[in-house]
């Protein structure tokens, strides 16, 4: 993965360190799957990767309850999920994606933001074909893990990708494997694993150490937003 993939390392980690921001992230996507699927974890692989990925953000269990409750309460709001593409500070381009009971309240909130820092949302799908969505999994290498072996119990779910990087695990396979990748995550019992379905940049473009700064702090300005999910840019 390279430079890439080390920028969206250190990135994520820096951004997602604030559990403030990280919690509310996490219970939205439990609300969102067991209202999609159901409370039963068991019988509802989202939600199980959900909750999986919120375990191991060290989210306390009443949090996880309470998501699941408010998805079985008559009168909770119906949240819609939607993607956002945009140009932001030195040409970045970014996917945005959103989870929100106002949609008017989301594209506002994005448009100010873009529109401080001289970008733009842009029609959607246009930027969509330079991200290559794949299916995520990493977990800290355990004292006595075999990584050799889960790499090959790995390939027959579509692992495509292994990086091992300073203690962790990232696993690459197209996001059409993500249900199989999770399932065989689960199988080697391996424990602090997340699941997610992340866009990564066909044609990563360089910055400048100082562009990078303007960048970050643009995309950290964005995640700061209760109804953002995620966020991709194309910088490597």
């Not at 932001?88 to 529109?115: M, Q, W, Y």
């Not at 091992?164 to 990232?170: K, R």
Request: hydrophobic share 40%; net charge negative.
């Amino acid at each position: 993965m390279g430079r890439a993939f080390e920028y969206r390392r250190k990135s994520k980690e820096k951004r997602w360190g604030a559990m403030s921001t990280v919690f509310p992230k996490l219970a939205k996507a439990i609300t969102i799957a067991a209202k999609e699927g159901g409370s039963d974890p068991e019988s509802n692989g989202k939600l199980r990767t959900a909750i999986n990925n919120s375990k191991a953000a060290n989210m306390p269990k009443d949090n996880v309850i309470a998501a699941i409750k408010r998805a079985e309460g008559k009168d909770m709001l119906a949240i819609s999920e939607i993607n956002y593409e945009g140009k932001g500070p030195h040409g970045v381009l970014l996917f945005i994606e959103c989870a929100s009971d106002n949609t008017n309240r989301t594209v506002a909130n994005l448009k100010f933001i873009f529109s401080k820092a001289d970008g733009q949302i842009v029609p959607t799908g246009s930027l969509e074909f330079m991200f290559d969505r794949k299916t995520v999994i990493d977990f800290p290498v355990a004292e006595g893990m075999e990584v050799e072996e889960i790499e090959l119990g790995l390939m027959d779910a579509g692992l495509e990708e292994f990086e091992v990087d300073e203690g962790h695990v990232y696993a690459y396979a197209d996001y059409t494997s993500f249900g199989a990748m999770s399932h065989a995550v689960e199988a080697l019992g391996i424990e602090g694993a997340t699941s997610k379905l992340e866009r990564i940049p066909n044609s990563p473009n360089d910055f400048t150490d100082a562009q990078m700064d303007d960048i970050e702090a643009f995309v950290e300005k964005i995640e700061e937003d209760e109804d953002v999910q995620a966020v991709y840019t194309n910088a490597g």
